[in-house]
Structure formats: C-alpha cells, structure tokens
C-alpha cells in the first residue's frame, strides 16, 4: 500500500504541484512586527487591538502563570510570537497570544472580561527571582515598570488581502495545542475567519425558549463548554449530511460547519427554513415533555425500576428523537392532542425498550448504531401519527 501511494505521488506533474503550492503561499499576506508591551496596551485601551473572547480562547491561565510571564519578561527570557489579522478597518484582531498578552494587561490593571475592569494581578509563585512574589505593577521601582513596558514581543500579521480560508487553517494549526477546550468552544473560535452566519445561527436557536427547555438537564459544565449550540450542530448536521457521518462525531460536526460557513463556495443552507424545521421540532418536544409531566427530562436516560426518565442527558436519546421525529414533522400539529398524546407514549415506550438502549452507550457512535437510532423511533413516530 506504501508503495503504491509513492508511485502514485511520481505520477504528479512537478510544474502542476510547485504552482499549486506558490498559489497558496502568495494567497497569504504577512507582515512582522516587534511591539512593545506598552505598545500593546495602548492599542487595546485605544480598541486598535481586539481581544475577543467568541474569537480567542478564553482566559483561563492560573494567576502563577501569569506571574511567571511577567518574570520572563522582566529577566528578558525570549517569548513566542503572538499572531494577529489586520481587519478592513486596519484593527488588529488576537488570534493566538492571548494568555500572555491578557497576563501583561491584568498585572498594569488594565484587563476587561465581559466589559468588566480585572482586579490587578499580584504576584505569586514567581521561582527565579521570588523577591518579585507579593508585588503589584504600583510596587515596582520605576526603572523596572519602564523595563517592563519597553519589553518587546514579535507579533506575526495577517494583512486584509489574505485568503479568509487560508487564515482559517492557519488558525486552526496555532491552536491546536495548550489549554484543552471543548470542540463547539474551538469551532466558535475558529469559523468566524470563514464567515459567522452560521455559527451565530447556530448560537441564536440555542437560546431559543423550546429548546433551551428540552435540553435543560445538561450539565453546568456544558453549558459553559458551549454543549448546548454543539446539540443545534448535530441537528443540522446528522439531518442534512448524514450519509456522511461515518464515526468520528467532532471531525464530522467540524467539517459541516466549515462547509457551510466556506466564503467562497457554501454548501446550501436555507436559513428561513432551516430555522423554521428546528423551532417546530422543539415546539413539538416541549408539549409532548409537558404533557407526560417530566419537565425538560424528555432526553433523559431511565432506570427501569422507575416510571420517568432521570435528570441525566443522553445524546442517543436527542439523536434518536429529534431525527426520528423529523420523518412525520409536516403530518405533525403540537396542538392537536390526541397526536400528541401517542407520541409521548412512543417516546416513554422507546426509553425502556432494548431494541432502541441496545444502540446506545459506550462505543455506539457508529454510522449503523446512528441509523438504528434514528430508525427506531422514526417507526414509531410514523405509526403514532397514521
């Protein structure tokens, strides 16, 4: 198999590969400057550099960490390169760089998060010089604070003219590493350098009142890690491209948003209708929830020692549900109460019937135990509704 990848790379014609990766290189505009932390500061005071937490990661570095930073800088230890893209308006946007950058403006007391102005950073668990432990930036003698502002760091600039999918790639490459965050928290960083119309579509029907009720039982914690707009993906994303999805969920959620969300050539995307299928599918959930009496817990997983699902979200339930749900969408009338009093009882039924548990937990992410899912109730909902 080897072998034949190799001769088939012999195949290719030198001149046609050569110009295709020239094209790419000259589709990408840089620029390399040194700034000073002072500098920096400056431009973020003034909104000439913008520090945007749906675009960057968020601030998660421990106070030591930064403490640590502000050490390096002052003991003139090299730092990397912080990356930036020039917008049209010629403001610099962060796309990585934000830990050490944040790290410097919240020791000069100059941090905001969510339009709030930060406590100033004291020092703390500085190894090297641990005399600087226990400072603030106003404690510093001033030959060190002027130090500290002239320290320079080298900022990599994606000018304006570059193609937007070649800066998304390359942001997507600086962030792979580092603090670990969820996979919807990276796609919202990451796919506004294609386009933000689906990842704010995506982020206004999560809020929506319906569905933000059905799916209320998931964790504090993922609601944080954005699990919440990751439910509305899988949605469009199974509903629409599914014969695609073979077993890697994240891959496959990533690679339907950057379809859609692609500048150049979007895959179709009819956001009136789209909006439209969505809130019926989970107008329709919340009156068949309410009328079972078990609240938000209609994704729920059950006990079969107890009549009701549990406070626990199961994913293979929403899959299940939401997807079956979809093959009697038209033929279906939330305020029609005798379809909605059979599509509960399907509901109820297929949470304790091991032909639908059988194809969910553990290592049930194939594309057939999807399908197997989805199939269960889609039958089920069918024959509730003829």
């Known amino acids: 198999m080897a072998r034949r990848k190799a001769n088939q790379t012999m195949l290719l014609d030198p001149d046609q590969l050569i110009t295709s990766v020239d ?65 049209e308006d010629r403001v610099y946007e962060l796309i990585d760089g934000l830990q050490r950058i944040s790290s410097y403006l919240n020791f000069r007391g100059q941090l905001k998060i969510d339009g709030k102005l930060q ?66 928290e990276v796609r919202n960083a990451t796919i506004r350098l294609l386009s933000n119309d689906f990842n704010s579509f995506i982020s206004q029907l999560s809020k929506g009142i319906d569905f933000a009720y059905c799916i209320d039982i998931i964790s504090y914690n993922q609601k944080k890690q954005k699990f919440d707009q990751e439910l509305v993906l899988r949605f469009f994303s199974y509903k629409n491209d599914g014969a695609r999805y073979r077993h890697d969920v994240a891959n496959f959620l990533t690679d339907y948003m950057e379809a859609v969300s692609d500048p150049v050539d979007p895959t179709e995307f009819d956001y009136n209708q789209e909006r439209a299928v969505f809130e019926k599918t989970f107008r329709i959930l919340r009156v068949v929830s309410d009328h079972l009496g078990i609240d938000s817990k209609i994704f729920g997983t059950v006990d079969q020692r107890y009549p009701e699902p549990r406070s626990q979200f199961s994913v293979y339930h929403y899959e299940g549900i939401v997807l079956g749900l979809q093959q009697v969408l038209d033929k279906t009338d939330p305020e029609d109460a005798a379809q909605v009093e059979r599509l509960g009882q399907a509901v109820m039924r297929g949470k304790f019937d091991r032909k639908f548990l059988d194809h969910c937990g553990g290592g049930k992410n194939s594309r057939n135990e999807l399908n197997a899912r989805v199939k269960y109730f889609s039958d089920a909902f069918r024959a509730a509704i003829s």
Not at 53 to 79: D, H, K, N, T, Y
């Open 119 to 184: 406590p100033p950073l004291v020092l703390a668990d500085c190894d090297i010089v641990k005399e600087l432990n226990g400072l603030t930036y106003q404690d510093l003698p001033r030959a060190m604070e002027i130090k500290l502002k002239r320290s320079y760091i080298r900022a990599e600039i994606l000018r304006k003219e570059s193609d937007p999918r070649l800066r998304y790639y390359m942001f997507k490459r600086l962030n792979t590493g580092g603090e670990t965050l969820e996979a919807q």
């Open 23 to 87: 094209s790419k290189v000259n589709a990408v505009r840089t620029q390399s400057i040194d700034f000073s932390f002072n500098e920096l500061a400056d431009m973020y005071n003034d909104q000439e550099l913008i520090i945007d937490p749906e675009f960057q990661r968020m601030f998660r570095w421990p106070e030591g960490s930064q403490a640590r930073f502000i050490e390096s800088l002052l003991l003139e230890l090299p730092v990397p390169p912080i990356f930036l893209i020039e917008r």
